[in-house]
């Protein structure tokens, strides 16, 4: 590994206590080689997975190439990383279970606890606590402007009105619904990804 590879490597493992806190969970979750891993986890039928499939898939993520199209040397950077640092972190943290002996990984009934952390917002999105927020002015500011007859929206029927704030906020759910289920660990395809989450690539 490079310099500058073990660095990162670093600056994902930092020692915590294994109690699942908030901190912890966001600490385990911050590095994407140790979300992608319970990405790949949480995708299996099979409680345990052998190391080599969890690399392999790990690395073809990282490098944006398929399975079949990864080196030699992309999967053994990932195999060293995740055989020396991530798996046996995640593993203390009694997230996986990770057998180096028998090269086997699986999944913790404790890793359940991580659900309400599992959802991935790119940092240049805005946070949907702020779209609400801002929805909830502009409707506010629309159904004043109606009370107040203020033109054009005073012409608007209240019924009218009523059912475009409703339509709004409705419409608003079902698509934060959808980028939510799209934005989880162990959903169907590729991992969802943070800005900065390519600089292995």
């Not at 966001?26 to 986890?41: D, K, N, T």
């Not at 995708?43 to 997975?49: F, K, L, M, R």
């Not at 079949?68 to 996986?96: C, F, N, W």
């Not at 913790?108 to 609400?132: G, Q, R």
């Amino acid at each position: 590994m490079s310099a500058a590879e073990l660095q990162r490597a670093d600056t994902c493992s930092s020692d915590h206590s294994s109690e699942l806190t908030q901190d912890v969970a966001f600490e385990m979750l911050s590095c994407p080689r140790r979300r992608y891993v319970i990405h790949y986890l949480k995708q299996q039928p099979t409680e345990s997975v052998d190391l080599r499939d969890l690399v392999r898939q790990v690395a073809a993520w990282e490098n944006d190439v398929s399975v079949d199209d990864v080196t030699r040397d992309q999967r053994m950077r990932v195999y060293t990383a995740l055989r020396q640092s991530h798996l046996p972190k995640l593993d203390d943290g009694e997230i996986v279970t990770f057998d180096s002996d028998r090269g086997t990984v699986e999944l913790t009934d404790e890793a359940s606890k991580l659900e309400v952390y599992l959802d991935v917002v790119p940092h240049s999105d805005i946070p949907w606590s702020k779209y609400y927020a801002g929805l909830g002015i502009l409707c506010t500011g629309f159904l004043i402007g109606m009370w107040a007859e203020i033109v054009p929206f005073g012409a608007i029927n209240p019924l009218l009105g009523a059912g475009i704030v409703t339509a709004l906020f409705t419409v608003s759910a079902v698509v934060h619904v959808r980028y939510d289920n799209r934005m989880r660990l162990g959903t169907d395809g590729i991992p969802p990804k943070q800005r900065g989450d390519d600089r292995w690539q």
